[in-house]
């Protein structure tokens, strides 16, 4: 497999046999890591991480693997560099490219990833865009795989807003890897008509099926996965929270959704999530609207369905698969 020098922008641009070596390249890396086994590849290479939005488990993941794959890390904060504001991407790219062997980036529009991608000259990762967290979904494929042992003909109900980021990328892997995907919704926050397209193809190739239900006691059905994330996004005005918290309560994964997917259906999150009080925006928010939870139920997130925290994990093991291979 000859990933060398290829950017990692969305999962679209990759077949399934590259993400599936994707993600049994991670589960190498994680064995070895258990087992104290250095791995270091690329000693000696430096990778820089733009983040024009805040992180803990992308930033986190990003430097570890680096590390242990022997590079150097420079971190960019959403404030700390000349980005968007005195210089422009195409200008950032030719800069960074000439200084690094590769870039993260993580933002706003997916046209800046390719973009940047398109000017570096070496390998541009995205970090997560309006419209993409393919790191994410490789690690929640992976995820999944260690739970079931195998993803083909395996069902995932994306539960909440699923024109984002992380239900178009999921609908994209599912779809890419032969998971039924159903996103459940109101309709008008299913993934986007063309996106929907492009991944019917995908699917017919892969024997996916993609199903679109805006009834919350119909979509969950027999899931082995129930997935969501929050309702309001990184960037997303504060003002949404009202509308969003009336169109997407009904479709809050409690135990009476895990109870319509069935005994063996484990919950996942991309991560953060408002899932109690503990958090500023989750205190706020929860009394704002006298609720003690938003997207998950903290008996849910809480219990032993629950595979956030492996998941989060996997997110370090599959970003380290990623950079290893397109260095
Ligand atoms: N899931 C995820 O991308 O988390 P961070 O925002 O903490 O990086
Ligand atoms: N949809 C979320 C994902 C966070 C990992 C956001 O964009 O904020």
Redesign the pocket.
Known sequence: MDLKGKSFLKLLDFDAEEIEFLIDSAMDFKEKKKKGISHEIHKGKNIALIFE?T?T??RCSFEVAAYDLGMHVTYLDPSGSQIGKKESIADTARVLGRIYDGIEYRGFGQEIVEELSNYAGVPVWNG?T?EA?PT?VIADLMTIKEHFGHLKGLKVCYMG?AR???GNSLMVGCAKMGIDFTACAPQKYFPDEKLIEICKTEAEKSGASLKFETDPKKGPKNADVVYT??W?????PEEVWKERIEELSPYQVNKKVMDIAGKSAVFMH???SFHDHKTQIGEQIGKMFNMDSMEVTDDVFESEKSIVFQEAENRMHTIKAIMAATL
């Open positions: 939005k992180s488990r992308t997560l309006n967290h994410q807003d984002y980021n992380m994330d929050v309001v996004s990184m960037g997303e991309c991560l953060p």
